[in-house]
């Protein structure tokens, strides 16, 4: 069992930035493919970043160059820097962590970006 706490959502302007993280506990962190998905009202949750146990990576093409993903196995956290937000940006961003065949879910943070 894994359990995921994210914060760092809120209301920024068009051009600003975020930092989101995701605090895992409950299981061996450092073992699980970690991502970062969002949803916008009335669409579909979509991955916007992963990362895996050894640190690779990949992005939507929308997020690439402006949101790197990165994990702290020492602190069992991982982290989403959101930079250059645009209004499409926002949503309910949630924190994954998959390890087949387990996959768990934290409860969301809300990112607005509004002028």
């Known amino acids: 069992q894994v359990q995921l706490v994210e914060s760092g959502g809120g209301l920024v302007q068009p051009g600003g930035s975020l930092r989101l993280s995701c605090a895992a506990s409950?299981?061996?962190?450092?073992?699980?493919?970690m991502g970062w998905y969002r949803q916008a009202p009335g669409k579909q949750r979509e991955l916007v970043a992963r990362i895996t146990s050894g640190g690779s990576t990949n992005y939507a093409d929308s997020v690439k160059g402006r949101f790197p993903i990165s994990r702290d196995n020492a602190k069992n956290t991982v982290y989403l820097q959101m930079n250059s937000l645009k209004p499409e940006d926002t949503a309910v961003y949630y924190c994954?962590?998959?390890?087949?065949?387990?996959?768990?879910w934290g409860q969301g943070t809300q990112v607005t970006v509004s002028s």
């Open positions: 409950g299981s061996i962190f450092s073992i699980y493919l």
């Open positions: 994954n962590a998959f390890k087949a065949p387990d996959g768990y």
